[in-house]
């Protein structure tokens, strides 16, 4: 080695040694994290958001490793489906560089929706999660004839007989006066649409989803299996009623919030979090079933219009609450409960 390369090597080592160490970083608590879980949903929030500053989290997926924040909020991508929710809610629920304990947590992402309930363009505030795969299932070409649904609740023998058995993850009831808090903040939010949309949902006979988008509270079920048709969401309907006793209304389909919730709910077993300051807003970018007449196979892979105006409602609605969040703090700080 010459005496050149010694002089560098030792200015690379000086100049290396005056940069702090995340480790020496110090521990960031937002007043909101936002969980997206691909990178549309993600996009209006880095869009229309300064968020000036990344937190790089071991655990998360290697292109999306960082949260994006501000002062304020902080967004991060999960990636789809229960095993990456999971894995990167639990890195960031267990992360030293952050503390969440009073940090509110809203997951905002895309969904399907019931038409009996809502249309293309729809925001929905979640009062209950139901996972809709945690079920013994016999497809309707093997089961008895005189079955009326494919699922079976775990430990149950027919459809429509109560669980025998759980798994401890199936049912989640979100605090209800976040819920309303956040429903009152963002009922009167302008939402987006499209030409594309309107002309879609006009074939539909139902009247939600006939009409314009709008803000409502109901219930989320969750599915790694992107499923679709008027049988299955009967099915998922009946079972959403069924573990709740009827308390759940369900009207949107997604692939990650049960998985998310378990995750995060371990984290607060430990003190990281606190689940009564969590949040799930749903925006509807395609009807879970087929209109009258259409084909379901062509339902499912077809162009509604939805997709655009559901990612930018998610932001619009979930911004809404996070302004709240934000600007009130004085109130939100110590957590929401009803009177």
């Not at 290396?16 to 937002?30: G, K, Y």
């Not at 999306?64 to 991060?76: G, R």
């Not at 990456?84 to 940090?103: E, H, K, P, Y």
């Not at 979930?318 to 009177?339: H, P, Q, S």
Request: hydrophobic share 45%; charged share 20%.
């Amino acid at each position: 080695m010459t005496p050149t390369t010694l002089t560098c090597s030792a200015a690379i080592v000086a100049a290396l040694s005056a940069v702090p160490t995340l480790a020496a970083a110090e521990t960031f608590a937002p007043k909101v994290l936002v969980m997206a879980m691909f990178e549309a949903e993600a996009a209006p929030w880095l869009k229309n958001l300064d968020l000036p500053n990344t937190i790089t989290i071991p655990g998360l997926p290697t292109d999306h490793d960082a949260l994006s924040c501000n002062a304020d909020l902080c967004v991060m991508t999960t990636t789809m489906g229960y095993a990456n929710a999971a894995s990167s809610a639990m890195a960031v629920g267990f992360s030293d560089q952050l503390d969440l304990s009073q940090t509110y947590v809203l997951i905002a992402g895309i969904a399907g929706v019931d038409p009996e309930n809502g249309t293309l363009g729809s925001a929905a505030w979640a009062d209950h999660v139901v996972d809709a795969g945690l079920v013994h299932r016999i497809d309707s070409r093997d089961a008895p004839s005189d079955w009326t649904s494919q699922i079976v609740e775990l430990g149950a023998k027919v459809p429509g007989e109560k669980p025998g058995w759980t798994a401890g993850s199936e049912v989640f009831t979100l605090n209800p006066a976040l819920v309303s808090a956040a429903m009152d903040a963002t009922r009167d939010v302008e939402l987006a649409d499209s030409d594309d949309a309107a002309a879609y949902r006009a074939n539909y006979t139902q009247n939600a989803a006939k009409g314009a988008p709008q803000v409502m509270v109901c219930a989320s079920v969750s599915a790694d299996t992107y499923w679709h048709g008027d049988t299955i969401a009967q099915e998922v309907a009946d079972h959403t009623a069924l573990l709740t006793n009827g308390a759940a209304d369900y009207c949107m389909s997604q692939m990650e919030d049960n998985a998310t919730l378990t995750a995060l709910e371990r984290a607060a077993e430990a003190g990281r979090l606190d689940m009564d300051r969590v949040a799930i807003l749903r925006t509807a970018s395609n009807f879970d079933r087929a209109y009258d007449g259409q084909d379901t196979a062509a339902s499912l892979s077809a162009t509604s219009g939805g997709f655009g105006p559901a990612t930018e409602n998610a932001f619009r609605v979930g911004n809404a609450f996070a302004a709240l969040v934000i600007n009130d703090w004085d109130r939100f700080e110590k957590g929401v409960t009803l009177d």
